[in-house]
């Protein structure tokens, strides 16, 4: 499972800081959960700069040789991410 980590600074930029493949040996954590389970506790964001890959962006990140594109991806994937974490309970 591909993550990508990630800050937002106070005037709203995106700074990517790593993209982590994190695989476990004999596939133990196919969908990556036991790492962000551990992401979690080893942070003090409790998950808010970080997400998994889905495995169709995945595919679209791996077909394309457009730096542009590439970045389109990653900023789709991360703003939807962050638009889930940030929503104000009702």
Not at 31 to 56: K, S
Request: hydrophobic share 40%; glycine share 6%; with cysteine.
């Amino acid at each position: 499972m591909l993550f990508i980590e990630y800050d937002v600074t106070p005037e709203g930029w995106i700074d990517i800081v790593g993209l982590i493949d994190a695989v476990e040996e004999n596939d133990a954590d196919p969908d990556g959960a036991e790492w962000m389970a551990w992401r979690v506790e080893a942070f003090d964001d409790d998950g808010l700069g970080c997400v998994g890959v889905p495995p169709t962006q995945l595919a679209l990140m791996e077909q394309t040789d457009d730096p542009d594109e590439l970045r389109s991806i990653v900023e789709r994937i991360i703003l939807a991410d962050r638009a889930t974490k940030e929503r104000i309970p009702s």
